[in-house]
């Protein structure tokens, strides 16, 4: 469960290292690329697309983690399950041991 953890928080933040640099290099490129718009407009459109890509980076993200919890209870809900099923094979087992006849037998086959 930790481990699922880390790799999914690892894999989190390089998406957004990875994101982070593409952005950087989007904004380069289309700062080199066009020269004659207003300076202040520019960052402005970058500042909202880097916005937009953060919210949908974000959602996937949320998405990730939703589908990750998902799958971690239904593993809790198998365990259970399969602990409970084997609850229930001891408590047969404790009803047999505390039964007088079963007790009577043994005690005859040892005789």
């Known amino acids: 469960m930790n481990a699922d953890d880390r790799e999914r928080r690892r894999e989190e933040r390089r998406r957004r290292r990875q994101m982070d640099e593409a952005e950087e290099s989007s904004t380069q490129a289309e700062a080199s690329a066009a020269p004659t718009v207003d300076p202040d407009e520019e960052r402005r459109l970058a500042r909202e697309r880097r916005r937009k890509e953060r ?5 996937a993200a949320e998405e990730e983690s ?5 799958e971690l209870e239904a593993r809790r809900m198998r365990r259970r399950k399969m602990r409970d099923g084997m609850d229930e094979n001891q408590d047969d087992s ?14 005859n086959l040892l005789i």
């Open 66 to 70: 939703r589908k990750m919890q998902e």
């Open 55 to 59: 919210e949908a980076a974000n959602a």
């Open 94 to 107: 404790d009803r047999v041991l505390s039964q007088p006849q079963y007790w009577s037998t043994v005690l």
